[in-house]
């Protein structure tokens, strides 16, 4: 299986709402991510997990909040989100840090839309 | 500071036809790893290539190939044979070593003419 899921693919909110963004993969990577992608935009790094450990968060407002429950899964907590959020999340693995085969296996994406 | 720049946003080519796009990037870094990923319109990111800064011989995958030159810091993607499959945004992404972070470009769009 060389594929990375998430769900929901959309998912519209208000601004008082709590939701999770989901991601899987079940590649037996150790490092998972998170980014948002706003249109004909590169990819914005949020989060990184590394074994299980967050390893990198770019300054992302508290509002969201990752959780990485196990190796296999990656979630995104949201809450009291902004219009400005709306956006394509993006979810990737890699096998690990330290090794050749480094490249980012991305997820279809979560398409937000806050209102 | 690692930056990535591809100087071209959008570029058209003929179906059957070749097409390079450019990537520059800075680093004072010896260890990073360089890649072309293909984001198709509504669809998954997926890798077109990849690319180990200590190997000096350019990556090819069937039509992708790089133009891979350190000294000048720069890593373009020729696609030769030009499917209208290949109409995209392409995005140059850079790694340093052992961290996870990338560092993308700003995408250039390709279409693919009949």
């Known amino acids: 299986d060389t594929e990375v899921t998430q769900t929901p693919k959309h998912l519209v909110m208000g601004m008082t709402n709590k939701k999770s963004l989901k991601c899987e993969q079940h590649m037996g990577h150790r490092a998972m991510y998170w980014y948002k992608q706003k249109a004909k935009k590169p990819p914005e790094l949020m989060f990184v997990y590394s074994y299980e450990k967050l390893s990198i968060n770019e300054s992302v407002p508290s509002r969201f909040s990752p959780e990485c429950p196990n190796s296999s899964l990656l979630n995104l907590h949201l809450h009291a989100l902004q219009p400005e959020d709306s956006a394509l999340y993006l979810c990737?693995?890699?096998?690990?840090?330290?090794?050749?085969?480094?490249?980012?296996?991305f997820g279809p994406g979560t398409r937000l839309t806050v209102l | 500071a690692q930056t990535v720049t591809q100087s071209q946003p959008e570029m058209s080519v003929q179906e059957a036809e070749t097409v390079t796009l450019s990537c520059t990037y800075d680093t004072s870094e010896s260890n990073y790893y360089l890649f072309w990923y293909k984001q198709p319109p509504s669809r998954q990111m997926i890798l077109v290539i990849r690319?180990?800064?200590?190997?000096?011989q350019n990556a090819t995958e069937n039509r992708f190939s790089v133009n891979f030159q350190k000294a000048a810091k720069s890593f373009s993607l020729k696609i030769s044979d030009s499917q209208l499959g290949d109409t995209a945004m392409y995005f140059c992404?850079?790694?340093?070593?052992?961290?996870?972070?990338?560092?993308f470009g700003s995408g250039t769009k390709l279409n693919v003419k009949p």
């Open positions: 992404a850079f790694m340093v070593g052992n961290f996870n972070k990338f560092y």
């Open positions: 990737a693995s890699s096998q690990d840090t330290g090794s050749s085969y480094n490249e980012q296996f």
């Open positions: 690319q180990e800064a200590y190997k000096q």
